[in-house]
Each structure stands twice: as C-alpha cells, then as structure tokens.
C-alpha cells in the first residue's frame, strides 16, 4: 500500500503562487508515474501534470507555463509550483502514485484563489 498526503493549499489571489507537496509512505518503492489531478465542483476530475520515474513531465494545456511539476524520489515528495493563479484554478487538487498498475490517491487539498 501506498500513502499519500498532500499539503500547501489555500487561499491566494489571482495572479499569486502556491507550492503543493505530495509525500508518498508505506511501499513507495517502485512506484512509477505520480502527478497531480484537480476537480472543481461540478466538474470532472482532470489531469494537471505527471511525471515518471525518470523525470519526464506531462501537463495539461492550460497549465502549461503556469505549473511545474518536480520530483524528489530519494524522499518520495512530489511537488507543484503554481503560479499566475486563475480564479478557474479553484478546485481540490488531488495526488496520485501508480505501482505496479495499481492507482494510489490522497485525501486532497483544497486551492482556491480570489479575482
């Protein structure tokens, strides 16, 4: 099994930054792919950005040049830098970590930036 907490949102204006951390615990060895989702209310589930055990990134088109998606894979810490914040970035932003075909989910965080 594989843990995941998230932290680091909140509330910002728009045109302002976060920075997301997502810790992954329990079996985190070979856990391959982990990115970030969000859903907004009434909305779909959609991706943001991924990135794979070697570094390679996937975004969104919206969030491309806005969002940066790292890895730190000795201390299993994903993070996302956000920045120039949307009021339609409002939604909870959700971890996700795949081993072994198998999809782990966090608990969420809660973004929600001001016009």
């Known amino acids: 099994q594989v843990r995941l907490v998230e932290s680091g949102g909140g509330l910002v204006q728009a045109g302002g930054s976060l920075r997301l951390s997502c810790a992954a615990s329990g079996s985190t060895f070979s856990i391959d792919a982990m990115g970030w989702y969000r859903q907004a209310p009434g909305k779909q589930r959609e991706l943001v950005a991924s990135i794979n055990s070697g570094g390679s990134t996937n975004y969104a088109d919206s969030m491309k040049g806005r969002f940066t998606i790292s890895r730190d894979s000795v201390k299993n810490i994903v993070y996302l830098q956000m920045s120039s914040l949307k009021p339609e970035d409002t939604a909870v932003y959700y971890c996700?970590?795949?081993?072994?075909?198998?999809?782990?989910w966090g608990q969420g965080t809660q973004v929600t930036v001001s016009s």
């Open positions: 996700k970590a795949s081993r072994f075909a198998v999809a782990y």
